[in-house]
């Protein structure tokens, strides 16, 4: 057994032993999960070789997940029947989406002019079997020759600025419909409206030449009907041409409008489902209206002057259906 030393308690011995400071442990922070100043192995940093593969894995992906298979494998893009007919041609031209496709390939456009959407039929008076007037002022044509030359520059002018505009007939081709009567006329009192209505007219010019006993009775009218459905824009109409016609032609020439109601209107203006007017372009009976019939480039003006009041007529008006 130990002896203990002199001079010493041994119990203030083993409570120094016991109370002796441990050493202070390092500050810990909870971020980093160990303590300061404990060792840590250095990550290595990657190489040149593994940065150049992950750049190309990743430009890969990039072109996969642009590409036109992968979007249509993805999006469920229908049509491709591996055809010919769905092979790029390198052509501009626009062509058709197909069926089940309505508004999934057509390019976006502006709308179109509803105006320019109106069938517009110029009627060039008489014609086949029914000369119109005649007159010894009105040298070599009858009027139904005048009327159709006339007729024809107006649809050319319409065309020209995009209108969907035709004749009733060309001269030559004598036009039928549901009415029929089998001769060679085409008569203003049934053949003529039902023609028109049958194919859908949104507007009409019937052009004629005017008659009078009075070889002093000269000028351009124009009539219409003013009590059916389609009174007021046919008046609406008529205003319009009165004002362009006089603007074209340049000249203090005597112009008006008639209206007229119930089967005292003509029955190209009475009877079709349009706004309609009826121009007397001169009287043949006068001799300086038939030279001015005569004269190509007077009926250019009038053609441009009539072409001029119905598209300005046009830009305000809503074509029923």
């Not at 009627?123 to 086949?128: A, E």
């Not at 859908?200 to 059916?228: A, F, M, Q």
């Not at 043949?284 to 005569?294: E, G, T, V």
């Amino acid at each position: 057994m130990r002896q203990p030393v002199p001079g010493r308690d041994p119990r203030t011995v083993r409570t120094a032993k016991a109370k002796a400071p441990s050493p202070a442990r390092p500050p810990y922070y909870p971020s980093s999960g160990k303590p300061v100043g404990s060792r840590t192995r250095r990550r290595r940093r990657p190489t040149a070789t593994l940065v150049f593969i992950a750049v190309i894995v990743v430009i890969l992906i990039i072109i996969i997940v642009t590409s036109n298979s992968f979007k249509n494998c993805v999006g469920g893009a229908q049509g491709d029947t591996g055809t010919a007919a769905n092979t790029d041609t390198g052509s501009d031209q626009i062509m058709a989406p197909p069926a089940g496709t309505e508004g999934t390939t057509a390019p976006e456009t502006d709308a179109p002019d509803p105006a320019k959407l109106v069938k517009i039929f110029i009627d060039p008076g008489h014609g086949f079997g029914d000369k119109g007037s005649g007159s010894e002022y009105l040298t070599g044509y009858t009027e139904c020759e005048v009327t159709l030359l006339v007729s024809q520059e107006i649809v050319n002018i319409l065309k020209n600025q995009g209108y969907d505009a035709y004749l009733t007939h060309n001269g030559k081709d004598l036009p039928r419909s549901s009415v029929d009567d089998g001769n060679d006329l085409f008569s203003a009192l049934d053949e003529r409206p039902t023609y028109i209505n049958e194919n859908g007219g949104g507007l009409v010019i019937s052009l004629h030449c005017d008659s009078n006993e009075s070889e002093t009775v000269s000028g351009t009218r124009i009539h219409y009907c003013d009590d059916n459905s389609y009174g007021t824009a046919s008046a609406d109409l008529s205003e319009k041409l009165l004002n362009s016609v006089n603007a074209s032609l340049g000249s203090e020439r005597a112009m008006k409008t008639y209206p007229h109601s119930g089967e005292d209107a003509y029955n190209i203006t009475r009877l079709v489902n349009a706004p309609a007017a009826m121009i007397e372009m001169g009287f043949i009976s006068n001799k300086d209206d038939a030279a001015l019939l005569l004269d190509p480039a007077w009926r250019t003006k009038l053609a441009n002057g009539i072409s001029d009041g119905i598209i300005s007529f046009l830009e305000g008006y809503a074509a029923e259906p």
